[in-house]
Structure formats: structure tokens, C-alpha cells
């Protein structure tokens, strides 16, 4: 058995000074896909902020490791560039920068060389060609069902709710993440959008790459289907189980875990 990329350790964080996460673990291999379920409040987003180092974010105690190493005394680009990924809920707009420029810049981001290598002896890798990027573009938006045209327009600039979103899973296609987080928690997720996200991840899940689908509504589980459901109230995942659990909340509500903390088989 090999360890998962993604190991959460009885993490707690606090947010201006108040505790938000309360001793949270939590484990995502490649090739899984996980769902992390909770009512509005419950630290969800919070979670997804910590792991990606948002500075706003203090881990009071606990650890994250990826791939063996603790990242909490990394940057978020270089947690990214150890394969990390987190799709925004709301992806800000550049008027005047491409879909494709943006993409080649964050993917030679990505590609550049963390300072975790250690060896100080490998050449910089200076980054993908254009035309060598032109091609992966092309193919990453095939794969997607997307059309070209897409790639010229400027970044979430007058993008619809589901553009935006194209644009995120666009993005990850690129990356290649080995563990992508996408926070698809409160409102502004219309159908559209919400079906995007999970044809995506679909399209993109496998072998190499982990998922971890943060929601508060259990109507994307209709389309993405995960091998693992967690419930998380009030800062800490109170059940595990396997997809009958995400069934489950939907006929009985999150009050039931609140109050019992039922232990689910699974
Ligand atoms: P969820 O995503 O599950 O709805 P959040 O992680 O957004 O939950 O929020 C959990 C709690 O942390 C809430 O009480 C919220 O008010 C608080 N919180 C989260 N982020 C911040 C922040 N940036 N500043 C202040 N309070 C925050
Ligand atoms: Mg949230």
C-alpha cells in the first residue's frame, strides 16, 4: 500500500482568531474521487483555502501532507507546482489577457522547477514552446468538447457562470494535478455550470490525478460519482462512508450527524 498524495493530519484553523476547523483528517489518493459534504458554515471553503496556503488561513495546529512532505510552510505556487490544484469559485476577470496566454503562462509556472528539487545542478526548463503549447491546448480542448474560439477571448471577461467554470477545468486539464480541490459550496452554480464541472472531472479523473468535490448540495453527485462521501459539521468530518451516504443526506437532511453522530458503516 502506498501512502495517498494528500494526507490531512487533525488539522485545526483559525480565522482572525477564531477556530473554524476543529481536528480534521482526511486522506485523497490518485485515482480518487472524493466528495466533502456539510452544511453552509461548516469550514468547507475554509479547508479548501488552508490547503491551498491562503494567508488568511492560520493552521493552529495539526498538518497537510502531499506526496510525503508538509506543505505548510509553502507557497501556494509551490504547492502548485508539487501538483496541487484548486478550482476558484468565482475566477476573477482580465480584460486584455487570453484564455491562451493566460494558460501558457500558468502552465510554465507549473513546469518550473520547485525549490524543492534540490539539486542545484539541473538546467532551468525554460518552458513550452508555442507551438508545442498550441497542440496540448487543441487537444485538452477537444477533450473537453470545447471550441477553439474560446481560447482567444480574454480570461472570464464577460464569461457566463459556465464559462468561468470551462475555463477553471480547462485549466486543470493542463496542469495535470495529481490532486485537484474544487469548492463548488453556496450559490451561483446554476445547472449549466454544475454539469460543466462534473464532465470535466469525469473527462479528467483516472489513474494520476485525485479529486476532492467540496458541496453543499448533493445534486452534483448525480453526475459525478465518488467512491468516497464525507460529512463534515461544525469544523470536523462526523461520517465516512461510500456513495449510499451522499443518498442518505439527501432523504434525511444534515441534522441527523449534527445530533447523533450516527456511525455509518463504510
Ligand atoms: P462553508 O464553506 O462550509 O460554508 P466556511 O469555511 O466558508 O464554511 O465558513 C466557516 C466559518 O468560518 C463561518 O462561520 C464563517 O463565517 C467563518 N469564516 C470563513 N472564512 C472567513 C473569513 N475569511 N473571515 C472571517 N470568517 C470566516
Ligand atoms: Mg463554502
Known sequence: MSTPELVIKDLHVAVEGKEILKGLSLNVGKGEVHALMGPNGSGKSTLANTLMGHPRYEVTSGDILFKGESVLEMETDERSRLGMFMAFQYPVGIPGLSVANFLRAALNARLAPTATDGNGAMPQRKGINPKEFR???????????????????????????????????????????????????????????????????????????????????????NYIKPQYVHVMVDGRIQVSGGPELALELESRGYDWVRDGKEVVAG
Open 135 to 221: 497542440t496540448l491546448l487543441r487537444e485538452k480542448m477537444a477533450l473537453l468538447k470545447m471550441d477553439e474560439s474560446f481560447a482567444t477571448r480574454y480570461l472570464n471577461d464577460g464569461f457566463s457562470g459556465g464559462e468561468k467554470k470551462r475555463a477553471e477545468i480547462l485549466q486543470m486539464a493542463l496542469l495535470k494535478p495529481e490532486i485537484a480541490v474544487m469548492d463548488e459550496t453556496d450559490s451561483g452554480l446554476d445547472i449549466d455550470a454544475l454539469r460543466i464541472v462534473s464532465e470535466g472531472v469525469n473527462a479528467l479523473a483516472g489513474p494520476e490525478m485525485g479529486v476532492l468535490v467540496i458541496t453543499h448540495y448533493n445534486r452534483i453527485l
